[in-house]
């Protein structure tokens, strides 16, 4: 069926790195794509989002790719923070008004 | 800035009992959803609304669960009879349009049924 998923479970990153989360999605009609971050014991936070006309899109210190020749999303983040620990979630939206959610990324920044 | 508004942020119920969980979205916004969180996995939805209408409701549980918007702002997601496996986090989100639109979340509801 329809699913997007999480190639890592966990990421771990030193501080002042970059780190890069990948999601790949299986519905070739998806056409909007949103990063979420989830910080513990909170809902979802709105990181950024894209569009299937444009590759690429930038935000402050992220950065999301899509390549949907390999049906393949990802979230950049710059200068890793102590603040960036959370669990990172990319949704689909298929063409239809469902949102799909991944399992999630668990992004663990070491001092 | 605009926000989400869930309670109660945590709930400890017994099984066999009835819980609800209340939703204010953000003002404006046409589209609802609750979605559950096993800790862990994703959210998944529960039930979707326009309005007041349901257009989504094919993955709640209709014995025990049920969500209503009657005025098409705020709602309430209802469970009777809690069940142990209902323990995890109730989430409210809303969008302006129900299509290709981000949606925001809330705080959520933790459930614990005990």
């Known amino acids: 069926g329809e699913s997007v998923g999480l190639h890592l479970p966990t990421l771990s990153v030193q501080e002042g790195d970059n780190s890069i989360i990948n999601c790949a999605y299986s519905n070739s009609a998806s056409d909007y794509f949103i990063w979420y971050k989830q910080e513990s014991g909170k809902g979802p936070q709105f990181i950024i989002d894209?569009?299937?006309?444009?590759d690429k899109r930038q935000g402050q210190r992220v950065t999301v790719l899509l390549n949907k020749t390999v049906k393949h999303l990802s979230l950049q983040i710059a200068a890793t923070q102590p603040g960036d620990s959370a669990v990172y979630f990319c949704a689909e939206t298929p063409g239809t008004y469902k949102y799909i959610f991944g399992t999630g990324t668990r992004l663990k920044v070491l001092a | 800035e605009a926000e989400v508004a869930q309670s109660p942020r945590y709930k400890i119920t017994e099984k066999s009992q009835a819980v609800a969980f209340w939703c204010d979205p953000i003002s404006g916004h046409a589209t609802l959803y609750w979605y559950r969180q096993i800790l862990g996995q994703g959210p998944e939805l529960l039930v979707q609304?326009?309005?007041?209408?349901?257009?989504?409701d094919s993955q709640l549980p209709k014995d025990r669960f049920s969500a209503e918007r009657l005025k098409g702002v705020d709602s309430t997601l209802k469970i009777q009879p809690a069940e142990l496996g209902d323990s995890a986090m109730y989430l409210c989100?809303?969008?302006?349009?129900?299509?290709?639109?981000?949606?925001?979340f809330g705080e959520g509801s933790w459930l614990t049924v005990v």
């Open positions: 894209i569009r299937s006309n444009m």
């Open positions: 609304f326009q309005d007041e209408s349901v257009v989504d």
């Open positions: 989100a809303s969008s302006s349009t129900g299509n290709g639109n981000t949606i925001y």
